[in-house]
């Protein structure tokens, strides 16, 4: 026996399936929801795509059935009614998939590797940094300097300690072009 096809956005109302997507519409690059990601930080790049992108409601609704299709094509028939909706028995369903925000102290087991360049331990370092929630900046300076490898810019910040990560960036940009530099007349 074959399976009948379910027909496409079978878990949109009515009113949101009839709604056509513009033909000048251009479709924001989000990738697929596998289950895997975090919840939160899926719908939060969401919304600042369609920020970005705009659109009727929707529209919006059908983008983000595009991003979770394996879950959303199993919806029952007209149970999205708005994105508010939608959103909601997203999150709920994947309940299990909320990252816990980095703490202050998993600042102090990043460590700058041998060879590594600064501006990739720098980098490395800001991307846990801006997932901190409020981060405490004399701990954040601290943590960096002790995950530095000894050398020049950690005795230069040792010399003169910068009070926040603004001056640490500052100090660091110098040893970055250094670096740079140094690279290119290999």
């Known amino acids: 026996m074959v399976e009948e096809a379910k027909p496409d956005f079978q878990s949109f109302s009515e009113e949101i399936s009839n709604e056509p997507i513009p033909a000048n519409y251009v479709f924001p690059k989000i990738g697929l929801f596998t289950g895997k990601q975090d919840r939160n930080a899926n719908i939060k790049t969401f919304r600042a795509q369609m920020l970005i992108y705009g659109g009727l409601e929707s529209v919006r609704c059908k983008m983000l059935g595009k991003t979770t299709l394996d ?6 028939e007209g149970s999205i009614t708005s994105l508010e909706v939608f959103i909601r028995l997203f999150v709920s369903h994947f309940a299990g998939n909320k990252s816990k925000p980095p703490k202050i102290t998993n600042l102090f087991e990043v460590r700058q590797f041998k060879g590594e360049l600064v501006k ?37 910040l040792l010399k003169r300690r910068p009070e926040d990560m603004a001056a640490i960036n500052l100090k ?14 290999k």
Do not use: D, H
């Open 71 to 76: 879950w959303f094509s199993n919806l029952p």
């Open 120 to 156: 990739k331990y720098l980098r490395c370092f800001n991307e846990i940094v801006v997932k901190i929630p409020q981060p405490n900046e004399v701990m954040c300076v601290e943590a960096f300097i002790r995950g530095l490898r000894s050398g020049g810019l950690v005795e230069s």
């Open 172 to 185: 660091v940009a110098s040893y970055i072009k250094v670096e740079e530099f140094a690279r290119k007349k």
